[in-house]
């Protein structure tokens, strides 16, 4: 089976996690702008990570076969600074015409406060006036409802933005429909230490159907790995789904999504 994790940071996975995805059938990747486990020091940290993510990455997963987009943005937890945040999301239009960056994310809310707000309608205004994708972080712990309704009455409030456009990420049962009934994508992720365990992951996708989800292991610098992708994946099958059911969700329902950017080259398959 062919598989895209939608949602990894590579930046932080080793070879072997590399060597593991080409082995299960890993044939592209989208890395979202994230924190790096501590808060960085300026913005030139910043214009470093992108040229990561843009050029350095990109050229590590093609040596395993896959295929690496990225997306920029200052995330969430950053984002308490609005000096340093404005610094850096001045860096990112001129990047935005390279030919692996699908859009602007992740961006959104971590604790729901005034300057993470500001700085995610800033963010929302870049994507709207350059015509970008959008990959939403929802926050993890008890404010993930609140979250994802401010998330989603700002985008709905700006004309411009398209919600079909628009992948909200790290979705649960109480907020799956929060993104889907207003258009816009679900991210599910599969992360079982403050997650979604893969059994719990087939349950959602068996409770709320395939349609508009997007799979992700979102492994990073935490206890979180490529396998949580393959695993849910086998837990779907191992229920009795076929394999084309399974194609439909872990291949070409990411390329449905992405390939709205018309840099993405890999097409859905039957
Ligand atoms: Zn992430």
Request: charged residues 25%; negative net charge; glycine residues 6%.
């Amino acid at each position: 089976m062919r598989y895209i994790d939608p949602h990894i940071h590579c930046v932080s996975r080793t070879t072997d996690d590399y060597q593991y995805m080409a082995r299960c059938g890993v044939v592209a990747v989208s890395e979202p702008a994230f924190w790096a486990g501590f808060d960085r020091s300026s913005a030139s940290s910043f214009a470093d990570y992108f040229r990561h993510l843009t050029d350095i990455e990109p050229k590590r997963a093609a040596r395993y076969g896959i295929d690496h987009y990225c997306w920029l943005c200052i995330n969430a937890k950053e984002a308490e600074n609005v000096a340093l945040s404005r610094e850096v999301i001045k860096l990112i239009p001129p990047l935005l015409d390279h030919p692996r960056v699908l859009g602007v994310g992740e961006i959104g809310l971590n604790k729901n406060t005034r300057n993470e707000i500001t700085v995610f309608e800033e963010q929302v205004e870049i994507a709207a006036r350059y015509d970008q994708l959008i990959l939403i972080h929802t926050p993890h712990l008890e404010d993930k409802h609140k979250g994802t309704s401010i998330i989603t009455s700002i985008l709905k409030n700006d004309r411009r933005i398209k919600p079909e456009r628009v992948l909200i990420d790290h979705c649960e049962e109480h907020t799956i429909r929060v993104a889907r009934d207003n258009g816009f994508w679900a991210g599910l992720t599969i992360y079982p230490v403050t997650k979604v365990t893969p059994q719990r992951g087939a349950d959602i996708l068996e409770q709320f159907g395939p349609q508009m989800i997007c799979v992700n292991s979102a492994s990073d610098w935490g206890e979180s790995g490529p396998t949580n992708l393959t695993d849910t994946c086998l837990e779907y099958l191992r229920r009795g789904h076929t394999e084309q059911e399974a194609t439909e969700i872990f291949h070409n329902n990411p390329c449905r999504f992405f390939r709205q950017c018309a840099k993405w080259k890999v097409k859905p398959v039957a």
